[in-house]
């Protein structure tokens, strides 16, 4: 199975800043690689995809890099709604995999 | 535009089976895997399984042959049942449908999830 870890698992922030968080994969995974924005009491909501592919919808401060093992997801400018757990998930092979979560707190 | 919801008992015994089902609305089952996911209190989340369009199924290893996914095309859903249930399977527990196409597979949309416990 592959095992995902993501860093940090926690990260404080302000409103402006750039934060980048990085995920692991145990074995390469090319480029399936997805990340989701969770909000308390919600489900998690599809970020990026592939990568580096910006869903439908999803404003253009968010971007995805890598490939391989190693993994970043970059917020350029962190707005109020940014604050949210990240999770990235590999979709190279069954069973598909998550990080354990990275909390962005204010 | 396409929607699910999960429904279901939110209370199941120790040692009994959890059965919950998956309502799509706003499009076809056609062509897609229908998944279910997981999240205990607190936690992180675990993929359990998931059911293609034809019925081909596939589960995490982890539940030890404990889930059945299964389709009901005609009403537009899929249900999961996890036998033997512990409270450690006490989760929200989310459907969702997996886009699958050729490097790019991913979850999208997901349901609201529906929280089961699993306690006397």
């Known amino acids: 199975d592959i095992q995902m870890t993501q860093s940090p698992s926690s990260l404080s922030a302000s409103v402006g800043d750039r934060v980048t968080i990085a995920c692991r994969a145990s074995?390469?995974?090319?480029?399936?690689l997805n990340w989701y924005q969770q909000k308390p009491g919600k489900a998690p909501n599809l970020v990026i995809y592939?990568?580096?592919s910006l869903q439908t919808g999803v404003p253009s401060r968010f971007s995805g890099s890598g490939s391989g093992t190693d993994f970043t997801l970059t917020i350029s400018s962190l707005q109020p709604e940014d604050f949210a757990t990240y999770y990235c998930?590999?979709?190279?092979?069954?069973?598909?995999?998550f990080g354990q979560g990275t909390k962005l707190e204010i | 535009q396409v929607q699910l919801q999960e429904s279901g008992p939110g209370l199941v015994k120790p040692s009994e089976t959890l059965s919950l089902t998956c309502t799509v609305s706003?499009?076809?089952?056609?062509?897609?895997?229908w998944s279910w996911i997981r999240q205990p209190p607190g936690k992180g989340l675990e993929w359990v399984g998931y059911?293609?369009?034809?019925?081909?199924?596939n589960y995490n290893p982890s539940l030890k042959s404990r889930a059945t996914i299964t389709l009901d095309t005609s009403k537009n859903q899929f249900s999961l049942r996890l036998s033997s249930v512990s409270a450690a399977d006490t989760a929200v527990y989310f459907c969702?449908?997996?886009?699958?196409?050729?490097?790019?597979?991913?979850?999208?949309?997901w349901g609201p999830g529906t929280l089961v416990s699993v306690s006397s």
């Open positions: 969702a449908r997996e886009e699958n196409l050729i490097s790019e597979v991913y979850f999208d949309p």
């Open positions: 706003g499009d076809s089952m056609h062509g897609y895997y």
């Open positions: 059911i293609f369009y034809n019925g081909r199924t």
């Open positions: 074995q390469t995974i090319n480029n399936y």
């Open positions: 592939a990568a580096s």
């Open positions: 998930q590999q979709s190279f092979s069954t069973p598909y995999s």
